[in-house]
């Protein structure tokens, strides 16, 4: 007689999945308690980290560029040129970069994967098509002309705050690359590049303008940018030498004051591989400690394994550590949530207590409070780490016990003290808005700005209505009415630290759910349809990143993802449908696609750096947000009530 094999129902095979995902999460904990995966983003990053070794004229590395060439070589994308993302288009800028620093390591430019790639780039407008940082990036070589470059007069540091065109004005990352770039844009140094290689044969002979990836642009203002940048390209020699001299000495003091030890200028690869060099053309020598700490704060974003090498664009240890110990305290169990009360140990210590950052030109009166994404990045601390935080901490706190209150109540204070006109959150800045900035040629990435979005405001919301705040609160209601008007016709919102609209969907559900608005509302119910519409035939739900195209007119099919299909899930769970059929089967998607170390697999980016410019593969998130979700769906299924009752 054959032995029938009973087939398990799905809060078994998720409590299995669970299980199996948490041990393996467990097993990446640093012994200090904290979690940090790779960052990874586009060709960009470990070409320029190939060509700043070049322009400093350092020994050459050749194992290291080796493997780097590999990485180069292997994500050339079927178009024969580099894309932005993982399957993505086609970049000019990138496809630049890339072949540049291929060349330089020695790869012959009639090699296949060299003469496609400058096919394809030529076929593109050749390099006078590029971006601005790319163009500046070749000025730096001689291998382009900085008459190509708009300007930006180094005297800017030195304008008042009032002055419409302000440093103050732009966002944290825009600002600390512009400042030491300023230096460098007045001093023009030229790279030792002692191989003399440059590439010459990617330029067609006919200029062409910047094109501009920022949304909205106006043309009155366009002009208006494009009109001054002649001007200061004709008064660019008259500037007096000691205002000159001064404002240069004013950005090296402000580069100084937030160089932030070995973890860099803004914690993030363009501005600390521009502190470098403006150290450099400036002439300190390689052992004075601002430049050596700014050449180790680089080195230390690498990542080299076995075959390959890549540069990484910033760490994510904060984050990572944050989220992964929400899965954990949602898996449950004695070691999960102490290996959660771990990380939260690890991360009590770096909230910035002392520090008054960038942001109080802003909020002056406001006491510092958040935790960065970052090691260490004082200056810049986010809304969106510290609302994270806060809510592990909340939840540890109201299992264990354990005193968080101290941490708890200056990060609340910090957060709602940054809150925008008309509602919202910013990721590091108030009212970070004036978007006629977006329209300076420079600006042609479209990400000058800091503006308040629903997934940061959602965050916070989140964060608040765990700790109890009422629902028609001043800072409430606006923060709702944000929301509520952020909201696509579809029913979706946009993320703009996520991709994308479902990133930004699950960010507002949970916030809505967290607050108490009634999950029949419309504004609810038209996310829920519009999630179950765009559900996969696998069960799971996927985006892409060209869903940040300015000129999306809907949900575009993706292939499934783990860290999407978590999200999905999470927000429908957050909205009351954990008896769905739509979570059912992303919830059999899930464990039917965990590999067998316990994880998931995921080559697909789908994290927001700059829409339209630049993406970041988290290598994290399919570890983490497939065990909350489906913890979240076996605690639910096996509770006598259906409501989740955190704010994520």
């Known amino acids: 007689m054959a032995t029938v094999l009973e087939t398990p129902d799905l809060v078994t ?41 070049h322009y400093l004229g350092e020994p050459r590395a050749v194992d290291l560029e080796a493997k780097i060439g590999r990485y180069l070589r292997r994500i050339q994308g079927a178009h024969h040129g580099w894309p932005l993302f993982h399957g993505g288009a086609f970049d000019v800028s990138a496809t630049i970069k890339a072949y540049y620093a291929l060349k330089m390591i020695g790869d012959d430019i009639d090699a296949p994967h060299m003469a496609s790639a400058r096919a394809a780039i030529l076929a593109a407008g050749g390099a006078e098509a590029a971006n601005v940082f790319t163009r500046i990036q070749l000025a730096l070589f001689g291998a382009g002309p900085w008459s190509a470059v708009p300007t930006l007069p180094v005297e800017l540091i030195l304008l008042p705050r009032w002055f419409p065109v302000h440093l103050s004005k732009m966002s944290y990352w825009a600002r600390t690359v512009i400042v030491p770039l300023l230096v460098l844009s007045v001093k023009r140094p030229l790279a030792r ?71 860099g200028l803004g914690a993030i690869y363009p501005a600390m591989a521009n502190s470098l060099m403006m150290f450099d053309c400036l002439g300190y020598p390689e052992d004075h400690p601002h430049r050596a700490i700014a050449r180790q704060s680089v080195e230390k974003l690498l990542v080299v394994k076995d075959d390959e090498a890549y540069c990484q664009p910033c760490v994510s240890p904060v984050w990572d550590t944050a989220l992964a110990a929400h899965a954990m305290l949602e898996a449950g169990g004695a070691e999960n949530e102490a290996r959660a009360d771990a990380a939260l140990e690890w991360l009590r210590p770096l909230q910035v207590l002392d520090v008054k950052g960038d942001w109080a030109d802003v ?11 970052q090691y260490n990045n004082a200056h810049y601390p986010d809304l969106d780490d510290t609302a994270v935080v806060v809510m592990a901490m909340d939840r540890a706190a109201a299992r264990s016990g354990a005193d968080y209150r101290m941490a708890v109540d200056r990060a609340v204070e910090w957060t709602v003290g940054l809150q925008s006109k008309g509602g919202g959150w910013g990721a590091f800045d108030a ?74 969907t699950w960010s507002v559900l949970c916030a809505l759910n967290a607050a108490g608005v009634d999950p029949q509302s419309a504004m609810v119910r038209k996310a829920v349809a519009w999630l179950v519409t765009i559900q996969n035939a696998d069960g799971g739900w996927g985006e892409d990143c060209d869903s940040y195209d300015l000129a999306y007119r809907g949900h575009t099919p993706a292939p499934s993802t783990a860290s999407q299909t978590g999200w999905a899930l999470l927000a429908l769970m957050a909205a009351g449908e954990v008896d769905g059929a739509a979570v059912d089967r992303g919830v059999r998607y899930l464990a039917e696609t965990q590999d067998a170390d316990g994880l998931w697999g995921q080559e697909m980016y789908t994290g927001g750096g700059f829409p339209r410019v630049f993406y970041l593969r988290y290598h994290g998130y399919p570890k983490y947000f497939p065990l909350w979700a489906l913890a979240r769906y076996r605690n639910l299924k096996r509770s006598n009530q259906r409501r989740v009752s955190v704010g994520m």
């Open 13 to 53: 095979l998720a409590d299995r999945a669970t299980s199996r995902a948490a041990e393996a999460l467990a097993a990446a904990q640093k012994a200090d308690g904290h979690w940090v995966f790779e960052l990874e983003a586009d060709a960009t990053i470990p070409a320029e980290y190939v060509l700043l070794r």
């Open 193 to 263: 590049n002692p191989r003399g290689i440059k590439v010459d044969e990617l330029y067609t002979g006919t200029p062409k303008p910047p094109e501009s990836k920022a949304a909205e642009t106006k043309r009155v203002w366009t002009a208006f940018f494009n009109g001054l940048d002649v001007v200061l390209k004709g008064v660019d020699r008259l500037w007096p030498k000691r205002t000159r001299e001064r404002a240069i000495q004013a950005c090296v003091d402000f580069t100084v004051e937030r160089l932030n030890g070995e973890d």
């Open 363 to 373: 909020r002056p009166d406001v006491r510092p409070g958040g935790w960065a994404f």
């Open 431 to 504: 009212d970070n808005h004036h978007h006629y900035l977006n329209n300076i040629p420079f600006a042609d990435h479209g990400a000058l700005l800091d503006p308040p979005t629903s997934d940061v405001s959602a965050r916070v919301v989140s964060m608040l209505g765990q700790l109890g705040e009422p629902l028609d609160t001043p800072r409430m209601a606006e923060a709702l009415d944000f929301l509520e008007r952020e909201q696509m016709p579809e029913g979706s919102w946009f993320g703009r630290w996520g991709v994308n609209y479902i990133y930004g």
